[in-house]
C-alpha cells in the first residue's frame, strides 16, 4: 500500500504543476495599434464648420453695416437736395427751371446711372421721372421739357410750384442706388 500511495502521490505531483499553472495557457502580448497625432475627423469637420459660421456672420455683419451708412448717406443727399431746391429763387422762372432740371438729373445720374439718364431729355427725361418714383404724374413735370421755350409772362407761379412739389417728392421718394 505504500507502494500505491507513493504512486499516487508521484502521480498527483506530475500532474497538478500543469493544472495549477493557469499562465501556461495565455498567448503572448501582442502590442495595441499605434496611436494617430491627428485629431479625429469628426472634430476636424467641427472646427472646420465654426470657422465657416465665424466666416459667414462676419459677412453678414459687415453687408448690414455697409447698408445701413449707404441708406445713411442716403437720407444725407436727399436732405440736402431738398435744402438746395428751397434755396432756388422762384423770381426767376427761366433760371429756377434750369436749376431744377439740373439738380434732377445730377441725382439721376448718382442713383440710376448705368440706366443713363443723363442723356434723357424732353418726354423721355420725364418718363424716366415719372418711372423711377411710382405716383407721380408726367404733368408735374411737363414744365421741364416746356418751360426753357416759354416766354417769361407765361410762366406763373401757379405752373412752378406743382413743379416744384413734385421735384421734392421725386427727390424724398424715388427708388435710387438701382444699379450700386
Not at 136 to 153: H, I, K, N, R, W
Request: net charge neutral.
Amino acid at each position: 500500500m505504500a507502494k500505491l500511495l507513493a504512486t499516487l502521490y508521484l502521480a498527483a505531483s506530475a500532474q497538478a504543476p500543469q493544472a495549477a499553472d493557469p499562465l501556461a495557457k495565455l498567448r503572448p502580448l501582442q502590442a495595441p495599434a499605434p496611436v494617430s497625432e491627428l485629431p479625429a475627423l469628426g472634430w476636424w469637420l467641427l472646427g472646420s464648420l465654426i470657422i465657416v459660421a465665424i466666416l459667414a456672420a462676419l459677412w453678414l455683419w459687415h453687408s448690414k453695416r455697409e447698408q445701413r451708412l449707404a441708406n445713411s448717406r442716403d437720407k444725407a443727399q436727399r436732405a440736402e437736395a431738398l435744402a438746395l431746391l428751397n434755396s432756388f429763387d422762384a423770381d426767376n422762372k427761366a433760371e429756377f427751371i434750369a436749376d431744377l432740371n439740373s439738380l434732377l438729373k445730377r441725382l439721376a445720374h448718382h442713383h440710376y446711372r448705368a440706366q443713363g439718364p443723363a442723356q434723357l431729355q424732353g418726354q423721355a427725361w420725364v418718363t424716366f421721372l415719372c418711372d423711377s418714383c411710382p405716383g407721380l404724374e408726367p404733368q408735374a413735370f411737363s414744365l421741364l421739357v416746356d418751360g426753357p421755350y416759354l416766354p417769361p409772362e407765361q410762366l406763373g407761379n401757379s405752373l412752378l410750384e406743382p413743379l416744384r412739389q413734385a421735384s421734392a417728392e421725386w427727390i424724398s421718394k424715388h427708388r435710387g442706388h438701382s444699379d450700386v
